[in-house]
């Protein structure tokens, strides 16, 4: 089993910057990837982008690329999330989640709140 502890939401102004972190425990060696997903209120769950955990390949949702970096920390198991040029319609919920290979995502973090103001 898996457990992940988010922290670095915030509030910010437009064009600002946040680093959110997504620290790793447990039986980290059977993580395939670790995703970012945003959830903003009266709206379903957003995917942000991932992070392959063992190659570091990544992939983001159109509506973030270019501004946002996924990266991790293998030593520390620790995932981040480098928000960039944030706008107000980035403001949402933001939980980091894991998944083993051939798996749906099954692990969860407490979410942190990122807020964007105009």
């Known amino acids: 089993q898996v457990q992940l502890v988010e922290s670095g939401g915030g509030s910010v102004q437009a064009g600002g910057s946040l680093r959110l972190s997504c620290a790793a425990s447990?039986?980290?060696?059977?993580?395939?990837?670790m995703a970012w997903f945003r959830q903003a209120p009266g709206k379903e769950r957003e995917f942000v982008g991932v992070?392959?955990?063992?190659?570091?390949?990544?992939d983001y949702a159109d509506s973030v690329k270019g501004r946002f970096i996924i990266s991790r920390d293998d030593a520390e198991t620790i995932g981040y999330l480098q928000m960039n040029s944030l706008k107000p319609e980035d403001t949402a919920v933001y939980s980091c989640a894991t998944r083993r290979q051939g798996r749906e995502y099954d692990t969860w973090g407490q979410g942190t709140q990122v807020t964007v103001s105009s």
């Open positions: 992070i392959r955990w063992f190659t570091g390949f990544t």
């Open positions: 447990g039986h980290t060696s059977s993580m395939y990837a």
